[in-house]
C-alpha cells in the first residue's frame, strides 16, 4: 500500500501563487493531480511520469508547473496567476501498473 500526503492549499487573492506539495511513501512512476471544484466531478490538472514530458490540462497550461523530485518522493504543483475559478480540492494519485492510489485532498481557494 502506497501512501499519498497533500499539502500547501490555502486560501489566495486572484493573481497570486501557490505550491501543492504530494509525498509518496515510496517511488511512484506517474503521478498525477486532479481537482474538484464545488458540484463539480474530478478533473485531470497536469501529469508526470518518469521519463516523460508533463502534460497539463488546457485551463491550466503556462500558468501550472507539475514536477518531481525522486530523491524526495515528492512532486509539486507549482500554481500562478490564480483564478477563482482554479478553487477545488486537490488530489494527486499515484499509478504504477495497474495500481491507483489517492491522497486525502488539499483545499485550495482563490478569492476575487
Known amino acids: 500500500q502506497v501512501h499519498l500526503t497533500e499539502a500547501g492549499g490555502g486560501l489566495v487573492q486572484a493573481g497570486g501563487s501557490l505550491r501543492l506539495t504530494c509525498t509518496a511513501s515510496?517511488?511512484?512512476?506517474?503521478v498525477a493531480w486532479y481537482r474538484q471544484p464545488p458540484g463539480k466531478q474530478r478533473e485531470l490538472v497536469a501529469v508526470?511520469?518518469?521519463?516523460?514530458?508533463?502534460v497539463y490540462a488546457a485551463s491550466v497550461k503556462d500558468r501550472f508547473t507539475i514536477s518531481r523530485d525522486d530523491a524526495r518522493n515528492t512532486v509539486y504543483l507549482q500554481m500562478n496567476s490564480l483564478k477563482p475559478e482554479d478553487t477545488a480540492v486537490y488530489y494527486c494519485?499515484?499509478?504504477?501498473?495497474?495500481?491507483?492510489?489517492w491522497g486525502q485532498g488539499t483545499q485550495v481557494t482563490v478569492s476575487s
Open positions: 508526470v511520469s518518469i521519463g516523460n514530458s508533463p
Open positions: 494519485k499515484g499509478r504504477r501498473g495497474n495500481s491507483d492510489w
Open positions: 515510496e517511488l511512484i512512476f506517474s
